[in-house]
RNA sequence: GCCCGGGUGGCGGAAUUGGCAUACGCGCAAGACUUAAAAUCUUGUGCCAUCUCGAUGGCUUGAGGGUUCGAGUCCCUCCCCGGGCACCA
């Protein structure tokens, strides 16, 4: 790629040079240098450490062509941006970008932006901002009618969590015991565990939760042949190795005697482990001991306070009474939600292991298998096994797996509301799930509104208890409300905008500058060692593995950890490019400097871009990186403006064939062969000369003879011309004021983007001009010549050179360039006109039209207008 | 399905606020130059009638309706083309 970048970036300039763009060539760049890329590099640490770049575990878009994920922006229905290949759904490990945590600012600044309508909408239906709300399903639990809360050491059922977890398990229906165990200071396992026997209600319909010390006495219950439903351990030990263990010798003692796994788990099937990430008394590694042993499954949280010895605990209350947390925009709709949907990639079905069928299993496993396209196709779907309890009905539900719900929307989850949603509507016929109708249909005179797609319009609620008769906004008021007081509900708000995922298996861009350590973990790279070069390999191909080719360069990916020292391996995945350009603007003025990405004071003078243009293809891709990265670099001090383009337009796309042109389609125009029959001139004239600038069209060269030949006359004209005596000067007052109308319509049009128009123009006034060769003066032709060079710029500065020789008397000298000359001004005075056209309409029709003086009043005119002698029959 | 553009002569396309629709260019036709062709220059060129043959009348901006003295332009309904997004709950 390196060799050939340098091949095509020189045939590339030699065609911007050739077609006469006067760039400011000092300052150009190339992304793929290390002397660019450094700073792209420094711009993910600086992300990285200001918490907006990541790494997680999703399903990510895959290019099975590429053999690369893509980000979201980069599927262009269902295919990939660059090759076209059906997109698949992997799930990865990959580097992101928070880009949406911008989102609402990427909206709201939208209106401030001077940017073609088309691109602004495009990113508004991009970011997709929807407001809604957010509820909690709890999770149906089969048999379990009790709940038993063994305390920890040193505590008491008045304690901690104890009290608070009681009652809202209460409030959930169940019966709940919290025994004051003995000597709670100096606890003694067995003596505690011979304790709960003799006291506590305990079989197989009672979940026991452990916490600290309380989970050895549960584990002891267990061993003693105790059957139960659940077992919850919260922060239990393992070892004696947390920090003051010397302090609690009946620990250690309890810990000493080791536990018979086996039995525990033939007594209790579903286990699971809840441990505090920011533990101080108990390590997670005891948790992960533990699920080890148990094969259970280990959930990693962040206590209210270290080791969950707050009066409330939510997370601890979230494992007794899982609840599946959906995102609806129809609360209103909430009584007819008669069945749940996940996303095979939920969180929970993944990470927990929930009671889920085989069959559930094997699902998921199968929709890895799929594309985009097949997903979308037909929808399938399995049910989980599980059930959920609507909150608004109190109704168990079952709960389903389908694909047609995304991981990546709202919270992965959907409440399905069958007789509301044409998607959820299929899904229930299919699969024979109950319909049920709570919005009244309008229009439809049947009284039963039988339904046979569903009624995705708002209405009259039915079915829906105390809210029936409600319409559907006042309902989603009152429902929020209502469930906002049980607790199970919020007002939310959800954005169609993903993170940006930027992680590449590519061999070409910029590596991802982490180090990954066995001891000290996801290490950045130091600023001081940047660049991170790409290494010049020669199998780039990329694996297909779901690793980078330089997966396959141990001279690349060895290397000492920055902190320990020790033997550490680098990223392999490279940044996606799109990195590169989203601030390549920043760098132009600055590009020669080598110290630093950009130059304060140069970036002052020149930064923001006043004007922008580029293809609207670039709406949700370029256009919104680039947006995003000025915004953090704004938040981090860097750079004063928030919004990199103040104005932006978008070109139209010019087809050929009525297709994109593209080598593979063989239509593609090769500007080369118009230079060579008519010059530079000639095609960028004509280029403008075709249609509206942000339009775009199929391209023809039929009309390029008519800008050639206009061009020729330009010549002709130049070289005809003989400079009068300044006698005549001034002498032709039509011929002025036509000049005067060309400056203005000329330079309005220019900068409307209208070229088209003002080379119409060119050609009227060059007409003009030629009509009146003899009576011409310097000041016409001068201005045509002016007028002409954006346009035209070769030969308009060679015929200027002309000109002013002539003009001279012949003395062949270097003058000044055409492009050194001021702009042309125009006299409003001199464009008015001092005749106009009476038009003389009749019921509509023109029945006649006069020449007449400017300045009639109304009565004259009238009167002129009478006199007319073809409208008398009318 | 939703959201943007757009639909005007044979073709690319003009048309400030509603006020001569078809500017400018291509193409085409006739003429000039030429032995001839090309190139160049000049003139003409929306469609349909009518006749006394250079005028007169009518029609025309995707279709239909409306507002107005007057609509390519404003309002309503629909059709077609291009582009974007799309199980987004």
């Known amino acids: 790629p390196l060799e050939m970048a340098k091949i095509t970036q020189k045939n590339f300039y030699r065609q911007l040079k050739q077609t006469g763009n006067a760039y400011a060539w000092k300052n150009k760049l190339e992304t793929y240098n290390p002397n660019y890329y450094k700073w792209t590099q420094w711009f993910f640490l600086k992300l990285f450490k200001a918490g907006l770049a990541y790494q997680k575990e999703a399903p990510a878009n895959f290019c099975p062509s590429c053999k690369t994920v893509l980000a979201d922006e980069q599927v ?7 090759c076209g290949a059906e997109i698949e759904i992997k799930f990865l490990k990959q580097w992101f970008f928070k880009i949406t945590q ?18 602004k909408i495009a990113q508004k239906n991009w970011i997709g901002k929807s407001e809604g709300a957010e509820i909690d399903f709890r999770l149906f639990l089969p048999q379990v009618k009790r709940f038993v809360i063994l305390h920890g050491k040193g505590a008491s059922p008045k304690d901690n969590f104890y009290l608070w977890l009681k009652s809202e398990l209460k409030k959930a ?51 003693k042949g105790i059957k139960l439903k659940g077992l919850i351990l919260v922060a239990t030990p393992r070892t004696d190795k947390f920090l003051d263990h010397k302090k609690r010798p009946s620990v250690s003692t309890a810990l000493k005697k080791g536990f018979n796994f086996k039995i525990i788990k033939e007594n209790c099937r579903n286990i699971l482990l809840l441990y505090d990430l920011k533990d101080d008394v108990v390590p997670l590694s005891d948790g992960e001991s533990f699920a080890k042993e148990l094969s259970a499954q280990l959930i990693k949280a962040i206590g209210q306070k270290p080791h969950f010895r707050f009066k409330k605990e939510p997370e601890v209350l979230n494992i007794c009474l899982p609840s599946i947390k959906i995102f609806t925009t129809r ?19 993944r990470k927990n292991d929930l009671a889920i069928l085989p069959e559930a299993k094997e699902y998921i496993k199968e929709t890895l298998k799929k594309t985009k396209k097949e997903i979308k196709d037909e929808k399938t779907g399995v049910f989980s096994g599980l059930y959920a309890i609507n909150p608004a009905t109190n109704k168990k539900i079952p709960i389903w797996i389908s694909d047609y719900v995304l991981a990546s929307y709202g919270t992965g989850a959907i409440m399905a509301v069958p007789a509301h949603d044409q998607r959820d509507f ?32 708002e209405g009259i609620l039915i079915n829906s208890a105390q809210f029936n008769g409600l319409k559907s906004q006042k309902a989603k008021e009152k429902i929020l409300n209502w469930l906002k007081e049980k607790g199970v509900a919020q007002k939310a708000v959800s954005y169609h905008l993903r993170d940006w995922l930027i992680s590449r298996q590519r061999y070409w861009g910029p590596p991802i500058p982490i180090i990954y350590c066995d001891k000290c973990g996801t290490v950045p790279v130091p600023e001081k060692d940047l660049p991170i070069k790409l290494p010049y390999i020669k199998n780039f191909k990329p694996l297909g593995t779901g690793k980078s080719p330089l997966a396959n360069y141990p001279k690349f990916y060895k290397t000492k950890c920055p902190i320990c020292k020790g033997l550490a391996r680098r990223e392999t995945d490279v940044l996606d490019t799109f990195l590169d350009s989203a601030w390549y603007f920043l760098r132009y003025p600055s590009a020669n400097n080598k110290n630093l990405p950009w130059d304060k004071k140069i970036t002052k003078k020149w930064l923001p871009v006043d004007m922008y243009i580029g293809g609207a293809e670039h709406s ?36 050929s064939q009525g297709a994109k042109m593209s080598k593979s389609k063989g239509n593609v125009v090769n500007p080369d062969e118009y230079i060579k029959k008519y010059g530079a001139d000639t095609l960028r004239m004509y280029l403008m000369f075709l249609g509206p600038f942000e339009q775009g069209g199929d391209f023809r060269d039929e009309g390029i003879v008519g800008i050639w030949r206009f061009l020729n006359r330009v010549w002709q004209l130049v070289q005809e011309i003989k400079i009068q005596d300044q006698k005549l000067k ?42 009146n060769l003899k009576i011409l003066s310097l000041k016409h032709i001068k201005t045509l010549l002016l007028l002409l060079a954006p346009f035209a710029p070769h030969i308009s500065e060679e015929l200027y050179q002309v000109l002013k020789a002539k003009a001279q008397n012949q003395k062949s000298k270097q003058f000044k360039s055409i492009f050194e000359q001021k702009w042309p001004k125009y006299d409003s005075k001199l464009i008015r006109e001092d005749a106009f056209k009476l038009v003389i309409q009749i019921n509509g029709k023109t029945r006649d039209v006069i020449e007449a003086k400017t300045g009639l009043s109304e009565t004259e005119a009238k009167e002129l207008a009478l006199k007319s002698p073809k409208i008398k029959k009318w």
């Open 76 to 82: 262009i229905q269902g295919k990939c941006e660059r």
């Open 102 to 119: 911008y989102a609402p600012r990427l909206l709201r600044n939208l209106e401030k932006l001077d940017w073609s309508l088309k691109v």
């Open 426 to 457: 299929e899904f229930a016929k299919k699969y024979n799930l109950p319909i049920l109708q709570v919005i009244q249909v309008p229009d439809l005179n049947n009284e039963k509104n039988i339904l046979d797609k569903a009624y995705e319009g």
């Open 620 to 655: 949700v891709l370029h256009l919104m990186y680039a947006r995003f990265i000025s915004m953090v670099l704004y938040d981090l001090g860097f750079v004063d403006f928030e919004e990199p383009f103040k104005k932006f337009r978008a070109h139209g796309l010019l087809i």
């Open 331 to 349: 609360i209103d709709t909430i009584f007819g939600a008669t069945f749940l949907v996940l996303s095979p990639f939920y969180e929970l079905i």
């Open 173 to 223: 229906g169940f019966e709940v015991e919290v025994p004051k165990l003995p000597n709670s200071f100096e606890p003694n396992d067995v003596k505690q565990t011979e304790y709960v026997l003799k006291n506590c209600n305990l079989d197989e319909n009672t979940i026991v939760l452990g916490h600290s010390f309380g989970g050895i006495v549960a584990l002891r219950l267990l061993e």
């Open 730 to 771: 001034n002498k032709n007052s039509k011929l002025d004021k036509l000049m005067h109308q060309t400056i203005k319509k000329v330079t309005e049009d220019i900068e409307n983007l209208q070229y088209n128009t003002a080379i119409s123009q060119l050609m009227i006034y060059q007409n003009t001009l030629q009509e």
